[in-house]
């Protein structure tokens, strides 16, 4: 998932889209194609994961991901616009969120220090080729042996044809390549034991705390995302083993590499998580749960997938026609109306 920098940023480019797209005509889904991302995969640098397969995290300190915590959007959640911590100092909100961070501060140590809060991770790594928008998953780096399919979404807005219509297949080395390139997949949580707490202090009528260890809960998750990324592109994948970057480069994703999310603009079809779910074997593993509408179970969690291309970009779907929700339903085994409930802040006709 994204960090909160690039959520933002998710934010303007959708707005530009609004503003823009009377002046954006749409492709057919045949021309995007041959306009997708192609780099140089004669060059390619494809780096092989320590491990291939599922592994699990139990023993996650939170002491060092609260070490992690982007302050920012923990402010944003209690609905105070503004960036840490500047915000402390902020003339008109400084006072109050000064108060709102120290009782922050008290809460977190009292999570920490009785482990209120347990942390857990899973992340596996996959031979993978893509084929069109699709990413094929296998079970031997001899690309014999299919595992699963993860289906993608193609930008179909006419950027000109010297602009790329990216699809996040693009970041894997194609099938007429003949390169094995791989694929991580994950899903971590900082909320088991969130849902005692919060109805221990609902019994109290304390809201404020409610509220505030659900915000904290998402915050350390967050964290763990980005701990987890670190992790895998220093050592679990190993394709950045000199990456030195400090916390406000990690917050502003200074590094190689993307995890894009379900749910978000690059991969805005929540149901991509039901196979990631279910690859990963996520529910056993950890304890964490999808609801029959993709929401996930304790909240705070966050899953995705890694790709490690040094041109992998986050970017947005934005609107698309139904030549291409009628070839994603096909690729899916859905129906079109299926495709177009789960897919409708995206259709363009």
């Excluded at 995290?57 to 982007?70: K, T, V, Y």
């Excluded at 501060?105 to 942390?119: F, G, P, V, W």
């Excluded at 995302?225 to 406000?248: I, S, T």
């Excluded at 291309?309 to 929700?325: C, M, N, S, W």
Aim: hydrophobic content about 40%; some cysteine.
């Amino acid at each position: 998932m994204p960090s909160q920098a690039t959520r933002d940023e998710y934010a303007q480019l959708r707005e530009h889209h609004l503003n823009n797209r009377s002046n954006r005509p749409l492709l057919d889904l045949a021309t995007a194609r041959s306009r997708c991302f192609q780099p140089d995969w004669e060059q390619a640098d494809i780096v092989k994961p320590s491990f291939l397969g599922a592994k699990v995290f139990n023993d996650i300190s939170l002491g060092s991901l609260a070490e992690r915590i982007d302050w920012s959007p923990f402010f944003h959640a209690w609905e105070m616009r503004g960036v840490y911590p500047q915000i402390l100092n902020d003339p008109i909100k400084g006072k109050e969120a000064t108060k709102l961070f120290n009782d922050a501060q008290t809460m977190l140590r009292d999570i920490i220090t009785h482990s209120r809060l347990t942390a857990r991770a899973v992340l596996g790594f996959y031979p993978a080729q893509s084929i069109d928008d699709d990413i094929m998953l296998y079970t031997n780096k001899q690309c014999s042996e299919v595992l699963t399919v993860f289906h993608t979404l193609r930008q179909q807005s006419d950027k000109g044809a010297s602009r790329p219509c990216y699809a996040l297949a693009d970041f894997i080395a194609p099938l007429e390549s003949g390169k094995c390139d791989y694929l991580g997949c994950f899903a971590v949580t900082a909320g088991i034991g969130v849902d005692a707490l919060v109805a221990r202090y609902e019994a109290e009528h304390d809201d404020y705390s409610a509220i505030m260890v659900k915000a904290l809960a998402d915050r350390l998750a967050e964290a763990l995302a980005e701990f987890m990324h670190e992790q895998v592109r220093k050592v679990y994948w190993g394709y950045a083993p000199d990456e030195d970057l400090d916390n406000e480069a990690l917050i502003k994703e200074k590094y190689r590499g993307i995890r894009p999310a379900p749910g978000y603009p690059a991969c805005p079809d929540h149901t991509e998580k039901g196979p990631l779910f279910e690859l990963l074997n996520v529910p056993k593993r950890i304890d964490l749960h999808l609801t029959e509408n993709f929401a996930m179970t304790p909240t705070a969690a966050v899953s995705g997938f890694y790709f490690a291309h040094p041109e992998a970009t986050y970017f947005t779907v934005g609107k698309i026609l139904r030549d291409q929700v009628e070839d994603y339903a096909a690729r899916k085994g859905m129906t079109v109306a299926e495709v177009e409930r789960w897919l409708r802040p995206n259709l363009g006709y």
